[in-house]
T-cell receptor
């Protein structure tokens, strides 16, 4: 079974631009979560989607948004990029949004904002 | 809300020795505590987890202990090997099934 895939793997943008990142979960998984990982802040939760609905949202500004499609694939969008948005963005999928469900992570998209 | 603290931030041990990483959490209602390992260039991977009705769980060289009264849990790695070098994260699930993560521990295995 293929793992979680994320595209693109690397991205360079300039301040003020917007970016869209994509995540394809493991086949059969319906829950997708997004995290921002930076050296100083560790893993910060962005949002979680299940059955095309946002279940949870972390403490990030409205510039960060996401969506999930009927095939469970998910996208996240960051508008008006800032230097501080440079980070590794990780996507994780699980069967259901239950606490004991293992989250399987993709390799991440490394975003550099210049 | 839940808050998870993880110590130490960096741990260097001699190959063959044991390593212990500790986490504390704040929400007494948390019931699920996974540990993830992240190697360079990869996403985190689950290595072991424990639920609150169990005090200890082992899987070969890896074990996790949980003290619900003190609200802390620990990862123990015995007979460390070079491939154990990585960043380890603890997490606790809050009442909304959301994982709250520790800041991570960089484990260095010295040959």
């Amino acid at each position: 079974k293929a793992g979680v895939t994320q595209t693109p793997r690397y991205l360079i943008k300039t301040r003020g631009q917007q970016v869209t990142l994509s995540c394809s979960p493991i086949s059969g998984h319906r829950s997708v979560s997004w995290y921002q990982q930076t050296p100083g802040q560790g893993l910060q939760f962005l949002f979680e989607y299940f059955s095309e609905t946002q279940r949870n949202k972390g403490n990030f500004p409205g510039r960060f948004s996401g969506r999930q499609f009927s095939n469970s694939r998910s996208e996240m969008n960051v508008s008006t990029l800032e230097l501080g948005d440079s980070a590794l963005y990780l996507c994780a999928s699980s069967l259901f949004p239950r606490e004991e469900e293992t989250q399987y992570f993709g390799p991440g998209t490394r975003l550099l904002v210049l | 809300g839940e808050n998870v603290e993880q110590h130490p931030s960096t741990l260097s041990v001699q190959e063959g020795d044991s390593a212990v990483i500790k986490c504390t959490y704040s929400d007494s209602a948390s019931n699920y505590f996974p540990w993830y390992k992240q190697e360079l260039g990869k996403g985190p991977q689950l290595i072991i987890d424990i639920r609150s009705n169990v005090g200890e769980k082992k899987d070969q060289r890896i074990a996790v202990t949980l003290n619900k009264t003190a609200k802390h849990f620990s990862l123990h790695i015995t007979e460390t090997q070079p491939e154990d070098s990585a960043v380890y994260f603890c997490a606790a699930a809050d009442s909304n099934y959301q994982l709250i993560w520790g800041a991570g521990t960089k484990l260095i295995i010295k040959p």
